[in-house]
């Protein structure tokens, strides 16, 4: 059994670590030096789970962390990746990759339970239901970002998010501005924050600042938390393309808000720590 397991969803890596097959104690450096691209292996975050043995029926467990070592209260991306992981470790449990029909688990996360249904095992497509948004106010609010002034939309999706929908979105701005508006003394506990551009109403851009990532290629929880923004301007229609800077993926709104996002993810890579990394992990060195 391989230490870690590497998958990405759309330049949105994360890696996989099973309590039950590897002796690991997630601390906020630990998990800093895994998620290192220098002095570690490199990602965007660090899954944990399951924690428990998974059985049929019931929801299997899952810790996330960003790359600063923080606790992540959910990440859409990062639950693609887990359901294929189980899917591929656990198949005879919770989900059957080897079977034609779509399978299923349901993810519970200290944010609650999401369903996450495997469409197709080999592409990577999953489908996730995330939940049903609770937005701060009605309308947007002005906040001030260094010397500008813009209009936010505040939402919570299991974890929370800052919505600034503009004509125009780059990475840049979302380098510059991200930081601010992330740990803006409006949000003591910091907020994720997506940079929104409406194309038409069946398509938005974002660019994505994530408070415990920086500036992300992709964020699946932001995708979803920019459309409910959108949907609730009455700016898109019921079914958006979010377009990002890694790629493409679906979100839909359902007559009660709620969100279901699906895209896909894969598998890049296993491997084991050397026994000078894992002393550096604090796991000392196996016999």
Same mark, same amino acid.
């Given at each position: 059994?391989?230490?870690? #397991?590497?998958?990405?969803?759309?330049?949105?890596?994360?890696?996989?670590?099973?309590?039950?097959?590897?002796?690991?104690?997630?601390?906020?450096?630990?998990? $800093?030096? &895994?998620?290192?691209?220098? &002095?570690? %292996?490199?990602?965007?975050?660090?899954?944990?789970?399951? #924690? !428990?043995?998974?059985?049929?029926?019931?929801?299997?467990?899952?810790?996330?962390?960003?790359?600063?070592?923080?606790?992540?209260?959910?990440?859409?991306?990062?639950?693609?990746?887990? !359901? &294929?992981?189980?899917?591929?470790?656990?198949? !005879?449990?919770?989900? $059957?990759?080897?079977?034609?029909?779509?399978?299923? %688990?349901?993810?519970?996360?200290?944010?609650?339970?999401?369903?996450?249904?495997?469409?197709?095992?080999?592409?990577?497509?999953?489908?996730?239901?995330?939940?049903?948004?609770?937005?701060?106010?009605?309308?947007?609010?002005?906040?001030?970002?260094?010397?500008?002034?813009?209009?936010?939309?505040?939402?919570?999706?299991?974890?929370?998010?800052?919505?600034?929908?503009?004509?125009?979105?780059?990475?840049?701005?979302?380098?510059? &501005?991200?930081?601010?508006?992330?740990?803006?003394?409006?949000?003591?506990?910091?907020?994720?924050?997506?940079?929104?551009?409406?194309?038409?109403?069946?398509?938005?851009?974002?660019?994505?600042?994530?408070?415990?990532?920086?500036? #992300?290629?992709?964020?699946?929880?932001?995708?979803?938390?920019?459309?409910?923004?959108?949907?609730?301007?009455?700016?898109?229609?019921?079914?958006?393309?979010?377009?990002?800077?890694?790629?493409?993926?679906?979100?839909?709104?359902?007559?009660?808000?709620?969100?279901?996002?699906?895209?896909?993810?894969?598998?890049?890579?296993?491997?084991?720590?050397?026994?000078?990394?894992?002393?550096?992990?604090?796991?000392? %060195?196996?016999?």
């Amino acid at each position: 059994m391989s230490d870690f #397991t590497k998958y990405q969803a759309l330049g949105n890596d994360y890696l996989v670590i099973d309590p039950l097959r590897v002796d690991f104690t997630a601390t906020a450096q630990t998990v $800093r030096l &895994l998620c290192d691209r220098h &002095l570690g %292996v490199g990602a965007d975050g660090v899954l944990i789970g399951p #924690t !428990a043995e998974p059985r049929p029926g019931e929801p299997v467990g899952l810790r996330i962390f960003n790359s600063d070592g923080s606790p992540c209260e959910k990440s859409g991306n990062g639950l693609r990746m887990f !359901a &294929l992981y189980l899917a591929e470790h656990y198949g !005879a449990g919770p989900v $059957r990759p080897e079977e034609p029909a779509e399978t299923s %688990v349901v993810l519970r996360t200290v944010a609650g339970d999401s369903r996450a249904d495997i469409l197709d095992f080999a592409e990577g497509r999953v489908r996730v239901e995330m939940g049903v948004p609770s937005f701060a106010t009605d309308a947007p609010v002005g906040l001030t970002a260094g010397a500008r002034h813009l209009d936010v939309i505040g939402l919570h999706l299991g974890n929370p998010h800052t919505v600034v929908p503009l004509d125009e979105v780059s990475a840049d701005l979302a380098r510059e &501005l991200g930081p601010l508006i992330a740990w803006h003394p409006a949000y003591p506990e910091g907020t994720n924050v997506q940079f929104l551009s409406v194309l038409d109403r069946g398509t938005i851009r974002i660019e994505v600042w994530e408070r415990g990532a920086g500036y #992300t290629l992709a964020s699946g929880s932001s995708a979803c938390a920019a459309t409910a923004a959108a949907h609730r301007l009455g700016l898109v229609g019921e079914h958006v393309v979010v377009e990002m800077a890694g790629g493409t993926m679906e979100v839909s709104v359902g007559e009660q808000g709620e969100i279901t996002m699906t895209g896909t993810a894969e598998q890049v890579a296993t491997g084991d720590f050397s026994p000078a990394f894992r002393a550096r992990l604090g796991q000392g %060195v196996p016999a």
